[in-house]
Protein backbone atom coordinates (compact mmCIF):
# COMPACT_ATOMS: atom_id res chain seq x y z
CA UNK A 1 0.00 0.00 0.00
CA UNK A 2 1.26 3.73 -0.84
CA UNK A 3 -0.10 7.12 -1.00
CA UNK A 4 0.39 9.47 -3.75
CA UNK A 5 -0.46 12.84 -3.08
CA UNK A 6 -2.99 14.51 -5.12
CA UNK A 7 -3.60 18.32 -2.79
CA UNK A 8 -2.68 19.35 0.36
CA UNK A 9 -4.42 16.63 2.15
CA UNK A 10 -5.87 14.40 -0.43
CA UNK A 11 -4.31 11.21 -1.64
CA UNK A 12 -4.94 8.57 -3.91
CA UNK A 13 -4.51 5.39 -1.76
CA UNK A 14 -2.48 2.74 -3.90
CA UNK A 15 -3.55 -1.36 -3.71
CA UNK A 16 -4.87 -3.34 -6.07
CA UNK A 17 -7.05 -0.35 -6.82
CA UNK A 18 -6.56 3.09 -6.94
CA UNK A 19 -8.93 4.69 -4.00
CA UNK A 20 -9.25 8.31 -2.91
CA UNK A 21 -8.52 9.58 0.49
CA UNK A 22 -8.84 12.62 2.65
CA UNK A 23 -6.29 12.75 5.88
CA UNK A 24 -8.68 12.53 8.63
CA UNK A 25 -8.37 16.19 10.78
CA UNK A 26 -10.59 14.68 13.29
CA UNK A 27 -9.59 11.20 14.16
CA UNK A 28 -10.40 7.55 12.89
CA UNK A 29 -14.66 7.45 12.89
CA UNK A 30 -16.90 7.10 9.64
CA UNK A 31 -19.19 10.38 8.69
CA UNK A 32 -21.46 8.42 6.00
CA UNK A 33 -20.17 4.92 6.10
CA UNK A 34 -16.79 5.28 3.65
CA UNK A 35 -14.12 3.22 5.11
CA UNK A 36 -11.33 3.81 7.44
CA UNK A 37 -7.44 3.25 6.58
CA UNK A 38 -4.79 3.18 9.24
CA UNK A 39 -1.27 3.77 7.37
CA UNK A 40 1.92 4.89 8.93
CA UNK A 41 -0.41 5.87 11.88
CA UNK A 42 -2.41 8.51 10.57
CA UNK A 43 -6.31 8.55 9.65
CA UNK A 44 -7.69 8.43 5.99
CA UNK A 45 -11.49 8.62 4.82
CA UNK A 46 -12.17 7.28 1.87
CA UNK A 47 -13.77 10.28 -0.42
CA UNK A 48 -16.57 8.20 -2.36
CA UNK A 49 -17.39 9.58 -5.74
CA UNK A 50 -20.75 8.23 -6.08
CA UNK A 51 -21.41 10.22 -2.72
CA UNK A 52 -19.57 13.83 -3.98
CA UNK A 53 -19.40 15.44 -7.23
CA UNK A 54 -16.08 16.98 -5.65
CA UNK A 55 -14.73 13.23 -5.41
CA UNK A 56 -15.44 12.20 -8.55
CA UNK A 57 -14.05 15.51 -10.14
CA UNK A 58 -11.03 14.39 -9.27
CA UNK A 59 -11.67 10.48 -10.79
CA UNK A 60 -12.55 12.47 -14.00
CA UNK A 61 -9.14 13.89 -13.80
CA UNK A 62 -9.26 16.98 -11.52
CA UNK A 63 -5.31 17.46 -10.37
CA UNK A 64 -5.10 20.80 -8.53
CA UNK A 65 -6.75 23.55 -6.98
CA UNK A 66 -6.61 26.23 -4.43
CA UNK A 67 -7.60 24.76 -1.03
CA UNK A 68 -5.74 24.03 1.84
CA UNK A 69 -4.78 23.92 5.02
CA UNK A 70 -6.57 27.12 7.01
CA UNK A 71 -8.70 27.99 4.66
CA UNK A 72 -12.23 29.91 4.76
CA UNK A 73 -14.51 28.28 2.82
CA UNK A 74 -18.27 29.17 2.15
CA UNK A 75 -20.11 25.74 1.31
CA UNK A 76 -23.52 26.03 -0.66
CA UNK A 77 -26.13 23.03 -0.19
CA UNK A 78 -24.34 21.30 2.23
CA UNK A 79 -26.83 18.86 2.98
CA UNK A 80 -25.99 16.40 5.85
CA UNK A 81 -22.61 17.31 5.43
CA UNK A 82 -21.02 14.29 3.28
CA UNK A 83 -18.44 16.31 0.93
CA UNK A 84 -18.44 18.90 3.92
CA UNK A 85 -16.66 16.53 5.58
CA UNK A 86 -13.84 15.85 3.70
CA UNK A 87 -13.17 19.95 2.93
CA UNK A 88 -12.93 19.87 7.04
CA UNK A 89 -9.94 17.40 6.53
CA UNK A 90 -8.58 19.29 3.83
CA UNK A 91 -8.68 22.95 5.43
CA UNK A 92 -7.49 21.02 8.83
CA UNK A 93 -8.63 22.70 12.61
CA UNK A 94 -7.10 25.78 11.45
CA UNK A 95 -9.67 26.07 8.93
CA UNK A 96 -13.22 27.08 8.89
CA UNK A 97 -16.24 26.06 6.56
CA UNK A 98 -19.33 27.96 6.56
CA UNK A 99 -22.18 25.20 5.50
CA UNK A 100 -25.50 26.70 4.48
CA UNK A 101 -28.37 24.18 4.33
CA UNK A 102 -31.28 25.28 3.89
CA UNK A 103 -33.66 22.07 4.42
CA UNK A 104 -33.94 21.78 7.93
CA UNK A 105 -34.34 17.53 8.15
CA UNK A 106 -30.80 17.53 6.49
CA UNK A 107 -29.27 20.29 8.58
CA UNK A 108 -29.76 18.39 11.70
CA UNK A 109 -27.05 15.49 10.67
CA UNK A 110 -25.05 18.39 9.37
CA UNK A 111 -25.17 20.45 12.97
CA UNK A 112 -24.50 16.85 14.76
CA UNK A 113 -21.86 16.92 12.46
CA UNK A 114 -20.53 20.19 13.36
CA UNK A 115 -20.33 19.30 17.43
CA UNK A 116 -17.51 16.69 16.32
CA UNK A 117 -15.76 18.74 13.93
CA UNK A 118 -15.26 22.20 15.55
CA UNK A 119 -14.28 23.72 11.89
CA UNK A 120 -17.54 23.44 10.50
CA UNK A 121 -20.16 26.44 11.29
CA UNK A 122 -23.80 25.42 10.16
CA UNK A 123 -25.87 27.69 8.55
CA UNK A 124 -29.74 27.01 8.34
CA UNK A 125 -30.70 29.34 5.53
CA UNK A 126 -31.79 30.10 2.21
CA UNK A 127 -28.68 30.84 -0.25
CA UNK A 128 -30.60 32.55 -2.25
CA UNK A 129 -30.34 34.95 0.85
CA UNK A 130 -26.50 35.34 1.43
CA UNK A 131 -27.69 38.64 3.24
CA UNK A 132 -29.48 36.77 5.69
CA UNK A 133 -25.66 35.18 6.96
CA UNK A 134 -23.57 38.04 5.83
CA UNK A 135 -22.78 38.82 9.22
CA UNK A 136 -21.57 35.93 10.32
CA UNK A 137 -19.20 34.64 7.05
CA UNK A 138 -15.84 36.27 6.21
CA UNK A 139 -14.51 36.83 2.95
CA UNK A 140 -13.57 33.48 1.84
CA UNK A 141 -10.77 31.49 0.04
CA UNK A 142 -12.95 28.99 -1.92
CA UNK A 143 -16.92 29.02 -2.69
CA UNK A 144 -18.34 25.38 -3.07
CA UNK A 145 -21.64 25.36 -4.30
CA UNK A 146 -23.90 22.16 -5.09
CA UNK A 147 -27.86 23.86 -5.12
CA UNK A 148 -30.81 21.98 -6.97
CA UNK A 149 -32.54 25.35 -8.10
CA UNK A 150 -33.35 26.45 -11.34
CA UNK A 151 -31.56 30.04 -10.65
CA UNK A 152 -28.19 28.23 -8.74
CA UNK A 153 -25.76 30.42 -11.49
CA UNK A 154 -27.85 33.61 -10.00
CA UNK A 155 -27.03 31.88 -6.41
CA UNK A 156 -23.62 31.50 -6.90
CA UNK A 157 -22.73 34.85 -8.51
CA UNK A 158 -24.28 36.84 -5.68
CA UNK A 159 -22.58 34.48 -2.60
CA UNK A 160 -19.74 35.00 -4.93
CA UNK A 161 -19.61 39.05 -5.00
CA UNK A 162 -20.50 39.39 -1.22
CA UNK A 163 -17.85 36.46 0.14
CA UNK A 164 -15.33 34.81 -1.83
CA UNK A 165 -12.39 37.20 -2.29
CA UNK A 166 -10.63 38.26 -6.03
CA UNK A 167 -8.22 35.81 -7.49
CA UNK A 168 -9.85 32.63 -5.52
CA UNK A 169 -11.08 29.98 -6.52
CA UNK A 170 -15.12 28.85 -7.22
CA UNK A 171 -16.05 25.18 -7.28
CA UNK A 172 -19.98 25.03 -9.08
CA UNK A 173 -21.43 21.56 -9.56
CA UNK A 174 -23.83 22.44 -11.92
CA UNK A 175 -27.16 20.32 -12.04
CA UNK A 176 -28.30 20.39 -15.61
CA UNK A 177 -31.56 18.51 -15.22
CA UNK A 178 -32.92 21.39 -12.24
CA UNK A 179 -31.86 24.40 -14.97
CA UNK A 180 -34.05 22.84 -18.01
CA UNK A 181 -34.86 19.15 -18.20
CA UNK A 182 -36.14 20.22 -21.49
CA UNK A 183 -32.82 21.09 -22.80
CA UNK A 184 -29.68 18.90 -23.80
CA UNK A 185 -27.52 18.66 -20.97
CA UNK A 186 -24.12 19.90 -22.59
CA UNK A 187 -26.18 23.06 -23.73
CA UNK A 188 -27.84 23.60 -20.36
CA UNK A 189 -23.59 24.19 -19.07
CA UNK A 190 -22.63 25.93 -21.87
CA UNK A 191 -25.08 28.94 -21.79
CA UNK A 192 -24.67 28.66 -18.04
CA UNK A 193 -20.89 29.43 -18.80
CA UNK A 194 -21.45 32.39 -20.84
CA UNK A 195 -23.67 34.14 -17.74
CA UNK A 196 -20.49 33.40 -15.27
CA UNK A 197 -17.90 34.56 -18.05
CA UNK A 198 -18.38 38.11 -17.12
CA UNK A 199 -16.71 37.61 -13.50
CA UNK A 200 -14.75 34.41 -13.71
CA UNK A 201 -12.33 32.64 -15.52
CA UNK A 202 -13.50 29.49 -16.31
CA UNK A 203 -10.87 27.32 -15.22
CA UNK A 204 -11.78 23.62 -16.50
CA UNK A 205 -14.92 22.07 -16.75
CA UNK A 206 -15.65 18.41 -16.19
CA UNK A 207 -18.38 16.27 -16.95
CA UNK A 208 -18.84 13.86 -14.15
CA UNK A 209 -20.39 10.69 -16.00
CA UNK A 210 -20.77 8.17 -15.00
CA UNK A 211 -20.31 8.97 -11.51
CA UNK A 212 -22.91 11.65 -11.52
CA UNK A 213 -25.53 11.90 -14.29
CA UNK A 214 -26.23 14.88 -15.70
CA UNK A 215 -23.39 16.88 -13.66
CA UNK A 216 -20.69 19.35 -14.37
CA UNK A 217 -18.13 20.93 -12.58
CA UNK A 218 -16.92 24.19 -13.12
CA UNK A 219 -13.91 25.26 -11.85
CA UNK A 220 -13.76 28.64 -11.80
CA UNK A 221 -11.50 32.08 -10.93
CA UNK A 222 -12.91 35.48 -9.55
CA UNK A 223 -11.81 38.13 -11.35
Known sequence: ME???????VYWLLDRRR??????AYGGDSVYGEKIFNFNGKVYREWVPYRSKFAAAFYKGLNG???????KVL?????????????SDIIGVNGQVY????AEEMAVNLILLAEERKNIFPIVDDARKPENYSGSVPKCDLLYQDVAQR??????????????????IGVFAVKTRSIDV??????VVKNEVKKLRAKFDVI???????YQKDHSLLILRKK
Open 3 to 9: LKRVIDR
Open 151 to 168: DQTDIFIKNADLFLKSGK
Open 19 to 24: TLVTLS
Open 65 to 71: IDIKDSY
Open 99 to 102: AVEI
Open 75 to 87: YLGASSGTTVSHV
Open 204 to 210: REINLYP
Open 182 to 187: SVDPRE
